[in-house]
């Protein structure tokens, strides 16, 4: 689709769709299928976050970035794998000022990741 490039212009796309097209063997459905859950997995798990932010939880959020980081990794999105890997380690070595600083960047990242999703697939059903 042409308006991708319009969207972010000046940075580069979140997601290297390849990766998917080339697990799923250019079936555009299924790859289409795989984005839409990414980005229910992705939805879900920030809520959990936000709930465990609130409750100053950092081991539950450590667990919450490791659950991500795999499904980022195997989607390729490898920007937001790293800042999940990141709020793992936050979570491991106490460090509470990372987390909340990553947690400002999760988010807006996944938006970024949706915008080019429906960019790449249109609107999801």
């Known amino acids: ?3 991708k490039e319009e969207a972010m212009p000046d940075e ?3 997601v290297d769709i390849a990766v ?5 063997h250019d079936n555009d459905t ?3 299928k795989f984005a ?15 709930l465990a932010q609130t ?13 991500l980081k795999s499904s980022a990794r195997t989607i390729g999105a490898s920007s937001f794998a790293e800042l999940c890997e990141a709020l793992e380690k ?14 400002t960047k999760i ?10 999703f429906r960019n790449e697939f249109g609107e999801f059903s």
């Open 1 to 3: 689709m042409t308006g």
């Open 12 to 14: 580069q796309l979140p």
């Open 20 to 24: 998917m097209r080339q697990m799923f």
């Open 30 to 32: 299924l790859v289409s």
């Open 36 to 50: 839409l859950k990414f980005i229910e997995v992705a939805d879900s798990t920030l809520s959990e976050m936000k």
């Open 55 to 67: 409750a100053r939880d950092l081991p539950t959020l450590g667990r919450l970035g490791h659950k």
């Open 90 to 103: 936050a979570g491991l070595d106490n460090n509470w000022d990372e987390a909340e600083l990553l947690l």
């Open 107 to 116: 988010p807006s990242l996944l938006d970024r990741i949706i915008q080019q």
